[in-house]
């Protein structure tokens, strides 16, 4: 295990958070209209939607089994045995602060949002050199490390537009703790991003492993902020 390596993973990481929250988006998401937040909100959630599904499909061609098994944690927390899904957290959040069942599920996808959906599963293609290394980057970044940041920004904007009391969202607030590097659990354990530390730092073994690492992070990042030029005027 290199942790020296990952370190430098992990800071190289942490350029494409700062990368990602100076966005245009994001810089001038206090000036967007409530109609173009609206929006944002509803296609985001169709991102969301697809996330077990992208998950599961990455899953399947893993041959390291820790991945594997840090992947269906991660698909348990999804769609627990008992309870609501985060799915169904996320509509009761959007029920609570004043949107529809009709804008939520007849809104249509645009067709930006379906070429990222798109751009996500072109992250996991199988068969691909270096599957195990590439698609497990990929799904850290994409899939946990910038939802997070995003919806520390959207809980911001619920907030201040919408009346959202952060301590009552069951989705947004959640997932923003939940899956933003150095996240926690409700038990106060290790948030989403970090189920990936250790299988990624016996991975990430020499200088070109790094590299690939870090090539599979800057697409993963790219697919995500490509997303948001839609709602940019």
């Given at each position: 295990?290199?942790?020296?390596?990952?370190?430098?993973?992990?800071?190289?990481?942490?350029?494409?958070?700062?990368?990602?929250?100076?966005?245009?988006?994001?810089?001038?998401?206090?000036?967007?209209?409530?109609?173009?937040?609206?929006?944002?909100?509803?296609?985001?959630?169709?991102?969301?939607?697809?996330?077990?599904?992208?998950?599961e499909r990455a899953k399947f061609a893993f041959e390291n089994e820790a991945i594997r098994e840090a992947a269906r944690h991660i698909?348990?927390?999804?769609?627990?045995?008992?309870?609501?899904?985060?799915?169904?957290?996320?509509?009761?959040?959007?029920?609570?602060?004043?949107?529809?069942?009709?804008?939520?599920?007849?809104?249509?996808?645009?067709?930006?949002?379906?070429?990222?959906?798109?751009?996500?599963?072109?992250?996991?293609?199988?068969?691909?050199?270096?599957?195990?290394?590439?698609?497990?980057?990929?799904?850290?970044?994409?899939?946990?490390?910038?939802?997070?940041?995003?919806?520390?920004?959207?809980?911001?904007?619920m907030v201040k537009r919408l009346g959202l009391n952060p301590d009552k969202s069951l989705f947004y607030t959640f997932h923003w703790?939940?899956?933003?590097?150095?996240?926690?659990?409700?038990?106060?354990?290790?948030?989403?991003?970090?189920?990936?530390?250790?299988?990624?730092?016996?991975?990430?073994?020499?200088?070109?492993?790094?590299?690939?690492?870090?090539?599979?992070?800057?697409?993963?990042?790219?697919?995500?902020?490509?997303?948001?030029?839609?709602?940019?005027?």
């Amino acid at each position: 295990m290199n942790t020296e390596l990952f370190q430098k993973f992990s800071e190289f990481e942490d350029e494409l958070i700062k990368k990602y929250n100076e966005h245009p988006f994001y810089r001038g998401i206090d000036s967007l209209s409530d109609e173009t937040f609206r929006k944002f909100v509803i296609q985001i959630g169709f991102v969301s939607f697809e996330f077990v599904k992208f998950l599961e499909r990455a899953k399947f061609a893993f041959e390291n089994e820790a991945i594997r098994e840090a992947a269906r944690h991660i698909l348990r927390d999804e769609i627990p045995v008992d309870g609501p899904t985060h799915q169904d957290n996320r509509v009761s959040d959007l029920t609570m602060i004043g949107f529809t069942l009709d804008e939520i599920l007849n809104t249509p996808a645009t067709n930006d949002t379906k070429k990222t959906i798109e751009g996500y599963y072109s992250l996991v293609k199988y068969p691909q050199e270096n599957y195990d290394l590439k698609v497990l980057t990929a799904v850290r970044v994409i899939g946990e490390v910038l939802v997070g940041e995003t919806y520390r920004h959207v809980v911001e904007q619920m907030v201040k537009r919408l009346g959202l009391n952060p301590d009552k969202s069951l989705f947004y607030t959640f997932h923003w703790k939940h899956d933003q590097k150095g996240g926690t659990s409700d038990a106060g354990g290790e948030g989403h991003t970090e189920y990936y530390d250790k299988v990624m730092q016996e991975m990430i073994t020499d200088e070109a492993k790094l590299q690939i690492a870090k090539d599979s992070a800057q697409r993963a990042f790219q697919v995500r902020c490509d997303f948001h030029n839609q709602f940019l005027n």
